[in-house]
């Protein structure tokens, strides 16, 4: 019997669990804790995958928050935009471009000479335009104040064309003719609300 | 003379290093006891950890998604698109509103050539973009050059081209000027002006 084979023989009641308490650890490292560690590795990329799939959800929801919000905001805007800064109706546009122009041209010193007005529907929308064309009179001085006036009045005054010419009146030698074209915007549909 | 060999049939062994190695077979086993134990535990526990966090996960993922169909089904197309039209259309409006003629005129008395006289002015604003189309009279063609290319020196004007240009019965030059316009903050006041 070898030194030991005898010491195995001796100690066997030492020696023989202490190799299986290895042996059994060791089985339980391959077979249970590996495993366990893959398992964990699949479920950590599925709770990856899953936070990103929240992640997405999270914006989509964000985005059709913000796209309810934005419309209520926009629809609200409009809303003040047609029946609070636009005139509400032909008579207060009439108003406003016969009126209100007359007397802004007459502060700023601008003689009258004429005009001509026309409402007309705006291609697919439900707001109608009335238009004048007026002419005036003047020094060029005045013509820059009635445009200043015109566009720091409170009404909604569109100008879009500005026509300048020596004016032909007899005894206004030196001053100036001006054609104004200016609209303003209206709901065809009073008490409507736009579109 | 000494026997060198041992005769004894059960000699004597070094026990200490038997009882070393035994103890150490000892600790090594314990060892991974240990860390086996502790490693079981920690991979369970985040393992339950992590499952449970995806399937919360999951449930708050797919009630967002309802919400945001539910959400969306609530604003439809069509509303939103006569909502952008109507937007459009008073962006449009704003935009022709605040249109400076003030500003505008400014910038005329700053560059237009004493050879040259403005006859009428006309903007066109789409999608925030300006062009203004104007008709001038001039003595000369170089005049009328000129005011073009003084137009373009003040950074606020670009792009001017004549498009139509004749000669009136006065021996004026009369042209058509078309020109893209970028205002900028000017001190331009009511008063001013030639």
Known sequence: ?195 | MMLRGNLATRPFYNERVVALLLGLLAVVAVVLTLTNATRLMQLSSRRSALRAQTSADADAAARLRQNAVSVQSSVDASTLNALAGSAREANGLIDARTFSWTTFFSYIEDTIPMGVRLTAVSPEIEKGNITVTMLVMGRRVEDVATFMTALENTGAFYDARPTVADRTDDGLERVTVIVGYLPVAKDASAGGGR
């Open chain 1, 1 to 195: 019997m070898t030194l030991w084979r005898r010491i195995l023989a001796e100690r066997r009641g030492v020696v023989v669990p202490l190799l299986a308490a290895v042996a059994v650890n060791v089985a339980v490292l391959v077979l249970v804790v590996f495993p366990l560690q893959a398992s964990v590795t699949g479920d950590e990329e599925r709770a990856t995958a899953a936070q990103m799939a929240l992640g997405e959800a999270r914006r989509a929801e964000r985005s059709a928050t913000d796209t309810r919000t934005s419309k209520l905001r926009a629809d609200e805007e409009l809303k003040t935009f047609y029946t609070d800064v636009l005139p509400s109706n032909l008579a207060v546009a009439r108003d406003l471009l016969y009126l209100q122009m007359f007397t802004l041209a007459k502060d700023a010193g601008l003689a009258f000479r004429s005009s001509s007005y026309e409402p007309e529907a705006v291609e697919g929308s439900a707001l109608m335009r009335f238009r004048v064309d007026i002419s005036l009179t003047g020094e060029y001085a005045n013509i820059r104040e009635f445009l200043y006036a015109l566009e720091t009045a409170e009404g909604f005054f569109v100008v879009e064309s500005v026509k300048l010419g020596q004016s032909t009146s007899e005894g206004l030698g030196g001053s100036l003719e001006v054609v104004l074209s200016v609209a303003t915007y209206y709901s065809n549909h009073s008490g409507a609300a736009p579109r």
